[in-house]
T-cell receptor
Framework: NAGVTQTPKFQVLKTGQSMTLQCAQDMNHNSMYWYRQDPGMGLRLIYYSASEGTTDKGEVPNGYNVSRLNKREFSLRLESAAPSQTSVYFC???????????????FGPGTRLTVT | AQSVAQPEDQVNVAEGNPLTVKCTYSVSGNPYLFWYVQYPNRGLQFLLKYITGDNLVKGSYGFEAEFNKSQTSFHLKKPSALVSDSALYFCAVRDSHTGGFKTIFGAGTRLFVKA
């Protein structure tokens, strides 16, 4: 039982390049999330997927797109990377069902992205 | 709109002493409250949560937190700190009425436990 896995662990991009961050969970959770972590700002929600087949914007969605490929996998795409997207990205999942609720989240190990 | 504040960037405590990491929140409905811990170069790990019921909740590694509705606080506590408790701690809140799946995290408090 690997929990939440993310690839890659590290990535360096040049401004304007694109890339996709991959996330998978093996806990049969309905809900999945993408966050970014910046110093002094905690975690900010980029996008989330309440259940397979749905995605919604979070606090900071601009410059990103997501795909909920199936129940296990949720990817984050940067179409044209900018230096402001330099951050650590975390994927998380939770078993909240389809109506929100009090479920805790389980996090992946993160992807450290640098855009030059 | 929901929000959460962790008023201390850093907390220093000697090993064996009690520790408190503070958290206050604001939601329009009833809160779901969480504490997470992050060790260097790792993802966040869930410690404990308050959903409803007893105001004192117990979690992993001997941590506990007290929900205080009148003061809108959810402070994290441990009776006797260990050096291995040194980490970054995040408080998080979700509004049970309007927040849906959106969890708001505080900026984090770095805990240093000195031997």
């Amino acid at each position: 039982n690997a929990g939440v896995t993310q690839t890659p662990k590290f990535q360096v991009l040049k401004t304007g390049q694109s890339m996709t961050l991959q996330c998978a969970q093996d806990m049969n959770h309905n809900s999945m999330y993408w966050y970014r972590q910046d110093p002094g700002m905690g975690l900010r929600l980029i996008y989330y997927s309440a259940s397979e087949g749905t995605t919604d914007k979070g606090e900071v969605p601009n410059g990103y797109n997501v795909s909920r490929l199936n129940k296990r996998e949720f990817s984050l795409r940067l179409e044209s990377a900018a230096p402001s997207q330099t951050s650590v990205y975390f994927c998380a999942s939770s078993g909240l069902g389809t109506s929100g609720g009090g479920g805790e989240q389980y996090f992946g190990p993160g992807t450290r992205l640098t855009v030059t | 709109a929901q929000s959460v504040a962790q008023p201390e960037d850093q907390v220093n405590v000697a090993e064996g002493n009690p520790l408190t990491v503070k958290c206050t929140y604001s939601v329009s409905g009833n809160p779901y409250l969480f504490w997470y811990v992050q060790y260097p170069n790792r993802g966040l790990q869930f410690l404990l949560k308050y959903i409803t019921g007893d105001n004192l909740v117990k979690g992993s590694y001997g941590f506990e937190a007290e929900f205080n509705k009148s003061q809108t606080s959810f402070h994290l506590k441990k009776p006797s700190a260990l050096v291995s408790d040194s980490a970054l701690y995040f408080c998080a809140v979700r509004d049970s009425h309007t927040g849906g799946f959106k969890t708001i995290f505080g900026a984090g408090t770095r805990l240093f436990v000195k031997a």
